[in-house]
């Protein structure tokens, strides 16, 4: 006997809850999915006619939404019943880094999983199955059983036919490539002690997965599988962008060692693009997270190991601040920069730990301005990521610090240098010969992400700079 589902509740309509519910809407027609948020403004957003005006850009959601919306997809602020009909919840909220209290800058703040928690103790009405979407530390589902289970007591007789399984199924998508992960993904991972539970979970997956790659762990290993997957993904980018810098150093080329080491069948070659830095909400946070767990358990040298991973993250940004800065005569103050690409990663519009951010910071405590053109990322976002800056940074003539731009084309004028920081497609199309004649002299490119024409650029007549390469100086 397993259980049926027929219904599901997915807490949290974020960059996870969203495309997952929306791929898992699409699979499995005979099941009704409702994602629901306290952010009323989100949830609009999901339902807006426009699709356009989604609150999420991922190549392939708008089709999903528009064949499932309203059919066994649905969005809605309405917890307390979405909850109380569900046979199973997702919980797929956010787990930032604590900023404050015990912990603070490493731990994961879950106080929006223990307020899920604590909404579903209240709103359920029967047996439920709660899963563990979000990343959490590890021994998080004892925190969700046990309040769980203390509302079990609350309850008056009449009320008891309230219970409860968790189980851990971490999501392993990563933006900009999220539904194609979803629909065919390297694993699903399984962690819990509940047979029927894990069938009941399974039971959905088998819809479109094959058996051989659902894995089932115990709840510990499957919590920490997720921060050691993370981890490891990480610390590919820092290493890799370690050796950018000794490639820029002594003549070596990045692409080349990269390639090199890739085809070692025992290595493997994805991640090992080097770039500004890793970016997203999550890499981070993941890895501070391991950090804070390794000291509780008084495992220092394995905190330290995980430690460098961030800080060769935070170094490759500030090297490449510096050495524009340098390369722009070792002033950038009243220059114009052009800054293309404001995302963490191309096919997101998401900007959360964006390298851009950190290094747009940096050129304006430089004194320059800065032209910024993103095809994704809204002008409010690119505001209230940079405004703390411009306001410090006010130049007294009144001269726009941030000018945001919503086609490429206009971004040139006037700018000493371009600094290519997402790898959006559309950049390796730039007519660089145009760009030059609305430029100022000597005019740079800098290439972090090695997704320009390097042969236009240099026929163009810039300076040119790529990430781990030699650098071209023409001026
Ligand atoms: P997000 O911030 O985009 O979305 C979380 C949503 O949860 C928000 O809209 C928030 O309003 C809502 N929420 C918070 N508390 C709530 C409550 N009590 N009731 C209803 N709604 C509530 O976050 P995200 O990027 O979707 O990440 C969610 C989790 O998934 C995190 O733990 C993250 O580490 C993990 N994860 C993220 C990714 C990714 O690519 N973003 C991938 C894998 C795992
Ligand atoms: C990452 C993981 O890839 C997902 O498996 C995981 O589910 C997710 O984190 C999560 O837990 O949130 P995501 O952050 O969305 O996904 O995107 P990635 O493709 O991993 O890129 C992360 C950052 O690393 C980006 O800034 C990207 O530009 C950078 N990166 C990636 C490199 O610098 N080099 C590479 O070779 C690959």
Known sequence: MTFEIRKVCCIGAGYVGGPTMAVFANKCSNIQFKVVDINRARINAWNSKDLSQLPIFEPGLEKLIFKCREKNLFFTTDIESSISEADMIFLSVNTPTKT?????????????????????????????IVVEKSTLPVRTAETIKKILESS????TKSLTNKSYS?????????????????????RVLIGGEDNKAISALEGIYLNW???????????????????????FL?????????????????????????KAVGLDSRIGNKFL???????????QKDILNLIYLCEFYKLDAVA????????????????ISQLIIN???????????????????????????????????????????????????????????????IQRFKSSDEKNLLNIYSSIDDVFKDCDAVIVLTEWQEFSFIDWVKCAKVMRKPSWVFDTRSCVNKQEVLKAGFNFWRIGSETHHIL
């Open 273 to 283: 693009m080097p770039s500004p830095g890793f970016g997203g909400s999550c890499f």
């Open 100 to 128: 404050k209290g015990i912990g603070a800058g490493k731990a994961s703040d879950l106080k929006w999983v223990e307020a899920s928690a604590r909404q579903i103790a209240e709103f359920s009405s029967s047996h439920t």
């Open 166 to 186: 968790v189980l851990s199924n971490p999501e392993f998508l990563a933006e900009g490539n999220a539904i194609k992960d979803l629909e065919n993904p390297d």
């Open 304 to 319: 330290k190991y995980w430690q460098g991973v961030i800080d060769i993250n935070k170094w490759q940004k500030t090297r």
């Open 234 to 258: 990480a610390q590919r980018i820092s290493s890799i962008n370690s050796i950018s810098a000794i490639c820029e150093e002594t003549g070596a080329d990045i692409y080349q060692v990269g």
């Open 209 to 231: 997965i094959s058996p051989e790659k659902i894995i089932k762990t115990n709840l510990w290993s499957s919590e920490l599988s997720k921060l050691t997957a993370n981890a």
């Open 152 to 155: 079990q007591n609350n309850q």
């Open 327 to 389: 390369k722009l005569f070792g002033n950038v103050s009243g220059k114009k920069i052009a800054i293309l690409g404001f995302a963490f990663k191309s096919n997101t519009n998401d900007i959360r730990n964006s390298p851009a951010i950190d290094i747009c910071e940096d050129l304006l405590e430089e004194g320059s301005s800065l032209a910024i053109y993103d095809p994704k990322v809204t002008d409010a976002q690119i505001n209230n990521a940079l405004e703390n800056k």
